[in-house]
């Protein structure tokens, strides 16, 4: 069996919040033969859907192609939101299981399907890579296989985006503290990790759909005032939820980015975790518009510079990875350890949760997709995770709450809210 070893990936190894989804309405009457058939096919076509990862003794983890159980596939009724929440309060097995689990909803002439997936296999826009190919097999359709290709390390990035003396020093100092501490964790020790974390802490989600005209006014209004439509949800958002914040200062925002054009391999086309983090601070000061312009302008700025782009991974790709594996540990279990604090810190990982993250899968063309919803993964250090996907000039913002104890009535008030804001000239 093939070996296929996890680097920058390792960072979703341990996290107890490394699950994300897309939900898609599919224009074809459903049968359950054509179904898992067109399954099989996905997974023969993609070794690494039938993956499990494993451990050499030294503590580096592998993915085992072809080596987990079968695809569980669930025919449900239930709200899609449901199932996400339930979902994630439940583990992978990550040495026996595959990171996908299959959902369906089956209607009179459509049918839903959800992927659901642990972030180690993939990032959103593989997702949709992989959905793209099931619905066309489904349709008896030409289609090529999506391989998975995992970034190797640094010599993979852009040679401008190494980081700089102040950050490679703060990186080996960081490193040699580690030396005189490190510990290896356990898939047990995940698992604990998981459900005590899933004990404290809940989401909530709700959906906002756009209509082609409400997509039109808010493509409108983001070009009029010349920001992309990810800087005019942050805007809005800080507006939404401006009451539930007003103590707070300065508010994290984190934006995550697509670096496959950045890579030094061609990676279109492929299926793996290019994605990388923007991070920034921002305090509401002006109307909304004018708070999307400044946001807009920051977000612009990060993404001219190749050593911001890659600083992340650059981190994940020097550090140990049982360092990396440590920040969950240190954040939500019971680890005592100041160079995992350290770079938990680096990474925003923290339990205040008052950071807003947006991921946005941009426009997509398929006739054979009714709709579709994108939840990105509810990555413990956020407050609201957004998700953003426009199919077919038909918007989705997908908005995820955590904490203790999440509000879903004051979510979707707050959801309504920053709808009606994003419609406004």
Known sequence: MTKLYINTERIYLM?????????ANINFSFNEDDFNRSIEKLVSNNPSLSSTVQFESDGRAYFLLNSAK??????????????????????FSLNTDSL??????????????????????????????????????????????TFLRLINNSSDFPKNSKPNMFQNHNLDKISSLWKNTSKEFSIPNYLNLFNSYHQKIHTE??????????????????TINKVTISSAVISALLVATEELNEKIKHRKISVSID??????????????????????????????????????????????????????LHIYDRLDHSLIDSIYFNTYGTLNNFAAKKVALAMN??????????ANLG???????????????????????????????KTSISIRANGSSPNLNLLKEDSEKLKKLLLSS
């Not at 990982?349 to 947006?358: D, F, L, V, Y």
């Not at 063309?365 to 426009?390: C, D, K, L, M, R």
Request: hydrophobic content about 40%; some cysteine.
């Open 100 to 145: 996908i689990r299959i959902f369906t909803n089956i209607h009179t002439e459509n049918f839903d399907v959800l992927f659901y997936v642990h972030h180690l296999l993939c990032d959103g826009k593989s997702l949709l890579l992989l959905l793209n190919e099931f619905i066309k097999i489904y349709a008896g359709e030409n289609t090529h296989s």
């Open 349 to 358: 990982h923290s339990k205040k949760g008052r950071q807003i993250t947006i």
């Open 205 to 222: 989600l709700c959906v906002l759909n756009f209509n082609e005209i409400e997509t039109q006014i808010l493509h409108k209004n983001s």
């Open 259 to 312: 670096i496959r054009r950045d890579l030094n391999f061609n990676a279109e086309d492929l299926i793996g975790n290019y994605i990388s983090i923007i991070s920034f601070k921002y305090r509401k000061k002006y109307p909304l518009w004018e708070d999307a312009k400044n946001i807009n302008a920051m977000i612009k700025q990060k993404l001219e510079s190749s050593k911001a782009k890659f600083l992340f």
């Open 70 to 91: 079968k695809i569980p596939i669930s025919n449900t009724n239930v709200n899609i939101a449901e199932i996400i929440k339930r979902e994630d309060k439940i583990p």
């Open 363 to 393: 426009p997509i063309e398929n006739i054979h997709i009714n709709s579709i919803n994108f939840f990105p993964a509810p990555q413990a250090q956020y407050e609201h995770i957004v998700g953003i996907v426009t199919l077919n000039k």
């Open 15 to 23: 996290s107890p919040t490394a699950h994300f989804a897309i939900s």
